[in-house]
């Protein structure tokens, strides 16, 4: 299994801003499953982009802080780019796409044909 920018940029971004996050509350911000997150969260690991550490103090000693490494930080503002190169590019699309639909849809109410209505 691979997972796409999108959704290593949504992890990297939420374990920057929510260390103490468990797995679950993870997939549940990312809408995807805790096994999806795991595999993530531990590709991220052995890549070194991430490290994990126990809570020591804390009376449930299974709770974890995921951190970026130094090398986590640099792939995040790297891969945040690539992110939001592809939305520009995708947002490029539609604003073509709603323009055509404008003047299709004013090309129909110039020729008479009420566009609103909808075929009875």
């Known amino acids: 299994m691979k997972f796409d920018d999108a959704t290593r940029y949504q992890l990297l971004k939420l374990i920057a801003e929510h260390p103490g996050y468990s797995q679950r509350e993870l997939a549940a911000a990312m809408g995807v499953s805790v096994g999806k997150t795991n595999f993530c969260i531990k590709t991220l690991i052995s890549k070194g982009l991430i490290k994990v550490e126990n809570f020591h103090r804390n009376r449930n000693k299974g709770a974890y ?56």
Request: overall charge neutral; charged content about 30%; aromatic content about 6%.
């Open 65 to 120: 802080a995921y951190l970026l490494t130094p090398k986590g930080i640099e792939d995040k503002a790297i891969v945040t780019v690539r992110f939001l190169q592809r939305k520009m590019a995708e947002y490029d699309v539609l604003k073509a796409e709603i323009a055509a639909l404008r003047r299709e849809v004013d090309d129909l109410a110039a020729s008479g044909l009420d566009a609103g209505r909808g075929a009875a």
